[in-house]
C-alpha cells in the first residue's frame, strides 16, 4: 500500500493489462538478502498472480564479471560489488522454485543499476509484445527505480509495487514512491493487482 507522503502524489490510476505486461523482479539475490526477505511472501505474491494472468516473468542478477565492466559503481560502493560466481550473486533460495519456471531467456544479467542498460531486455520484451512493465525487488531507489525510470523513457508503460520492493530504510523507499508516483509509475500492491488482474 502506498504511504501517506507518496499518496498525495498518486493522482493517477491504473491496473496492468495482462495481454501486454511483464513482470520485473529485480535482484533478488543473497547480496540483497536482508532486504529481499522481508518483502518475499509480497514478491511470490505478484509472481503468483502475474503467472496466473500468463505475465511473463523475468529475473534480473546483479553481478560483475571483470573490473571493465564496474563502471561508477566501483568508486560509489568502494568496491563492494557483486562479484559473478559468487554466493552473493545467487538468487535467494526461496526464489528458486520460481526459476526453475523461468526460462533462460527471462534471466537477465545486468552490472549497472538500469536492467535495461548492455542487456537485450528491451530486445527480449519487444519480441513478445510487452507494452508495461510491473517492477518488484530490490533495491527501490537504485536498481527498481532506475529501471522504472529508464522503461517510462523508453516508452513502456510502468508499474511500481509499494509492498515488493524495498531498499536500506523506510525514508528512501518513500522518497521513490513519490519520485515515481510524481512522474513515471503507476504505484499498485499486492491488492491491487489481485482485484485488477481477477477483472481481465
Known amino acids: 500500500m502506498a504511504s ?13 493489462n495482462p495481454k501486454n505486461a511483464a513482470l520485473l523482479v529485480i535482484d533478488m539475490q543473497n547480496h540483497f538478502s536482508s532486504m529481499a526477505k522481508p518483502i518475499l511472501n509480497e514478491a511470490l505474491t505478484t509472481i503468483d498472480l502475474c503467472r496466473r494472468a500468463s505475465i511473463p516473468v523475468f529475473f534480473t542478477r546483479h553481478n560483475h564479471k571483470s573490473p571493465t565492466d564496474h563502471g561508477m559503481l566501483g568508486e560509489w560502493w568502494n568496491e563492494d560489488l557483486v562479484l559473478d560466481g559468487t554466493s552473493d550473486s545467487e538468487i535467494i533460495p526461496e526464489l528458486h522454485s520460481q526459476i526453475v519456471l523461468t526460462k533462460p531467456e527471462e534471466i537477465v544479467e545486468k552490472s549497472t543499476y538500469s536492467a535495461f542498460h548492455n542487456t537485450r531486455l528491451q530486445e527480449k520484451l519487444e519480441k513478445i509484445g510487452v507494452k508495461e512493465v510491473i517492477v518488484v525487488g530490490v533495491m527501490t531507489n537504485l536498481c527498481c527505480e532506475t529501471t522504472a ?12 509495487s509499494t509492498d515488493a ?30 482485484r485488477g488482474l481477477s477483472t481481465q
Do not use: I
Open 4 to 16: 501517506s507522503s507518496s499518496r498525495k502524489y498518486e493522482t493517477r490510476k491504473r491496473v496492468p
Open 165 to 194: 520492493t524495498a531498499t536500506v530504510n523506510k525514508e528512501l523507499h518513500e522518497a521513490t514512491l513519490m519520485n515515481l508516483a510524481y512522474g513515471f509509475a503507476y504505484l499498485v500492491d499486492c491488492d491491487e493487482l489481485r
Open 149 to 160: 525510470r529508464d522503461a517510462f523513457v523508453r516508452g513502456y508503460r510502468v508499474f511500481f
